[in-house]
């Protein structure tokens, strides 16, 4: 998966647009064979503006956007990435007047799942218990 953010402030600093695109890249199979897509699931990506944020306008292609505007936080829930379109966010945001934009840059969070696959690859093959009395059935000691 990746995500590629774009974010411009206006020349009167009063105001901004965001862009971000979500999609993604072959990855190597696990049986180590030619690159294929890993099938994510519960693609969101998160957007915590600053306090200094009045308002927000976001529009997305896929999936849907919900603006909090008491917390100043976005959530772009894409769900599955389709085939045919790479899913985009596009908007504008305003800040409070006389407010100069922040000068850290604004952070994006990009949350997915993709079942039954290891992040570090590491799996358990055999587990062997030593030094105890019973005999374990399952590994899960029963009294």
Same mark, same amino acid.
């Given at each position: 998966?990746?995500?590629?953010?774009?974010? =411009?402030?206006?020349? /009167? *600093?009063?105001?901004?647009?965001?862009?971000?695109?979500?999609?993604? %890249?072959?990855?190597?199979?696990?049986?180590?064979? $030619?690159?294929?897509?890993?099938?994510?699931? &519960?693609?969101?990506?998160?957007?915590?503006?600053?306090?200094?944020? $009045? @308002?927000?306008?976001? %529009?997305? /292609?896929?999936?849907?956007?919900?603006?909090?505007?008491?917390?100043?936080?976005? $959530?772009?829930?894409?769900?599955?990435?389709?085939?045919?379109? =790479?899913?985009?966010?596009?908007? @504008?945001?305003?800040?409070?007047?006389?407010?100069?934009?922040?000068?850290?840059?604004?952070?994006?969070?990009?949350?997915? %799942?993709?079942?039954? =696959?290891?992040? *570090? %690859?590491?799996?358990?093959?055999? +587990?062997? +218990?030593?030094?105890? @009395?019973? &005999?374990?059935?399952?590994?899960?000691? @029963? =009294?």
């Amino acid at each position: 998966i990746y995500c590629r953010p774009m974010v =411009t402030y206006g020349p /009167n *600093s009063q105001d901004g647009r965001v862009e971000v695109l979500v999609g993604a %890249k072959a990855m190597p199979s696990r049986a180590g064979g $030619r690159p294929e897509f890993q099938l994510a699931e &519960d693609i969101a990506v998160v957007i915590p503006f600053p306090r200094t944020v $009045r @308002s927000t306008d976001l %529009k997305c /292609n896929v999936g849907s956007v919900l603006c909090d505007e008491t917390t100043k936080v976005c $959530r772009w829930s894409i769900g599955r990435i389709p085939k045919d379109t =790479t899913p985009k966010l596009t908007g @504008s945001f305003t800040f409070l007047p006389d407010i100069p934009p922040p000068e850290d840059a604004l952070t994006m969070l990009l949350e997915f %799942k993709v079942a039954d =696959t290891s992040v *570090s %690859k590491l799996t358990v093959s055999d +587990i062997a +218990i030593h030094g105890e @009395s019973y &005999d374990p059935y399952k590994y899960i000691r @029963s =009294t």
